[in-house]
């Protein structure tokens, strides 16, 4: 039995006419001679009527600080929906078709309710399933804890249910379908020249994905590539091979050469960032960024973009706990410096490990537009810049530009 799943989110499904678009999709699977495993997302964005942020939105208009168990309950109703009507026009069509939740796929996870982690998958009802020859769709986005509790993946969390069960059933592709074509070199939004990329490896996809490309979610690829099982990223709606992720890099050719010549595979941007600097008293400079970090951590608030020095400590954190967190900071007696509305932009790409001259490239063309660089930080495939939000744009610009990527 050849298996395959095809995860769609939620702008797939949003509508009649693009449920059809899926399902001549899961057709096509089957008259290739694949039994598939379809992972649906809920229907439409906020402000649609089934999506999760306008069902999270119904229960916070109530009282904002419901609890994370009782929003879960909530937030897993939209992909059993979508799921329902989705087999619903299958069988209208006249194919077999059976909904599983989270639980009866056997997704089993910790007790994170919000976020939870998948510890393991059951798939026994679902290879029952398939030798029915059934098409069976699983409600992405959900699971169970060992106790039975629902709970939630986190945002981009149907990737993630994709990504396991295909690892779990051992399948030979796992299609992430969505309504852009592919992965791009930037933001096509942004850079008109944006290029579809025909391959990437895990490793380059997730560093893009965390550094704000949100075509498909870094914990999913994680699990991919545990079991190095190909992922393609595809249009719904046109007719694209998409881009594959998988191992190896499109530069390489077998038997030939032993590294890709792609320096740098793409820029992301991650936008709504404050950046906070605290000056340290040199005489409290060990103690200081303990207290700073441990005091965030208390109060549950992420930091980013790191930079600790004798006299000062920089990062940054969302827009919207920058308030909570300089009140924080004031308490425990630091006065924060404040720049709202930063934008972190990354370079991302696998070859520039050990190549010289790549800052140099990324400074003299964000300095030719006129963007100052608040903050830099690197890592073997990663250099990032955090400039302010009216830059933005221009950064990526220049950046996709001096290296060529359009």
Same mark, same amino acid.
């Given at each position: 039995?050849?298996?395959?799943? +095809? ?6 499904? !949003?509508?009649?006419?693009? $449920? ?16 598939? @495993? ?6 439409? #964005? *906020? ?36 799921? *329902? ?21 056997? &997704? ?11 510890? $393991? ?12 020859? +059934? &098409? ?18 986190? #945002? ?56 704000? !490309?949100?075509?498909?979610? %870094? #914990? ?5 590539? +545990? ?6 990223? #595809? ?28 320096? &740098? =595979?793409?820029? !992301? +941007?991650?936008?709504?960032? =404050? ?30 973009? /790191? ?8 990062? =940054? ?12 900071? $004031? ?28 800052? *140099?490239? /990324?400074?003299?063309?964000? *300095?030719?537009?006129?963007? %100052? ?13 955090? @400039?302010? $939000? ?17």
């Amino acid at each position: 039995m050849r298996i395959i799943v +095809q995860k769609f989110g939620g702008s797939s499904v !949003a509508s009649a006419i693009q $449920r059809q678009r899926v399902c001549e999709r899961i057709i096509e699977a089957i008259q290739s001679g694949f039994s598939p @495993v379809v992972v649906v997302s809920a229907m439409g #964005r *906020a402000g649609d009527p089934y999506a999760t942020d306008t069902l999270l939105g119904l229960a916070r208009e109530v009282f904002l600080d419901v609890p994370k168990k009782e929003l879960d309950l909530i937030m897993s109703c939209g992909e059993i929906i979508s799921s *329902a009507v989705l087999a619903a026009n299958l069988m209208h069509l006249g194919y077999e078709a059976v909904v599983f939740t989270g639980r009866e796929a056997g &997704i089993i996870t910790d007790s994170n309710f919000g976020d939870a982690r998948i510890i $393991r998958v059951i798939p026994t009802k679902i290879i029952d399933q398939l030798k029915k020859n +059934q &098409i069976v769709i699983v409600t992405g986005f959900q699971g169970v804890t060992e106790t039975g509790e629902i709970t939630t993946l986190g #945002r981009g969390g149907s990737d993630t249910t994709a990504c396991a069960l295909g690892v779990a059933l051992g399948v030979e592709v796992i299609d992430i379908f969505t309504d852009v074509e592919g992965i791009m070199t930037a933001d096509p939004r942004i850079v008109e020249d944006a290029r579809l990329l025909d391959s990437v490896t895990y490793y380059e996809i997730c560093h893009l994905a965390q550094q704000g !490309a949100k075509v498909i979610h %870094p #914990r999913a690829v994680e699990i991919a590539m +545990q079991s190095s099982v190909p992922v393609r990223v #595809r249009s719904t709606f046109l007719e694209s091979p998409g881009t594959l992720v998988s191992n190896v890099s499109n530069g390489l050719a077998a038997g030939t050469d032993i590294r890709s010549d792609r320096l &740098i =595979t793409g820029i !992301a +941007q991650i936008p709504h960032l =404050t950046q906070l600097k605290i000056p340290v008293d040199q005489h409290n400079s060990l103690e200081a960024p303990k207290k700073i970090f441990q005091g965030l951590a208390l109060a549950g608030i992420s930091v980013d973009f /790191i930079n600790v020095h004798p006299e000062m400590v920089i990062f =940054t954190v969302h827009n919207e706990v920058a308030e909570k967190a300089v009140k924080i900071l $004031r308490n425990l007696n630091f006065e924060p410096q404040i720049r709202p509305d930063c934008v972190k932009v990354s370079v991302v790409g696998a070859g520039m490990a050990g190549m010289p001259g790549v800052m *140099a490239s /990324i400074v003299e063309a964000l *300095a030719q537009d006129k963007i %100052p660089i608040l903050q830099s930080a690197d890592s073997h495939t990663t250099i990032w810049c955090l @400039v302010d $939000r009216q830059h933005m744009e221009l950064a990526v610009r220049a950046l996709h530009r001096v290296f060529d990527l359009g």
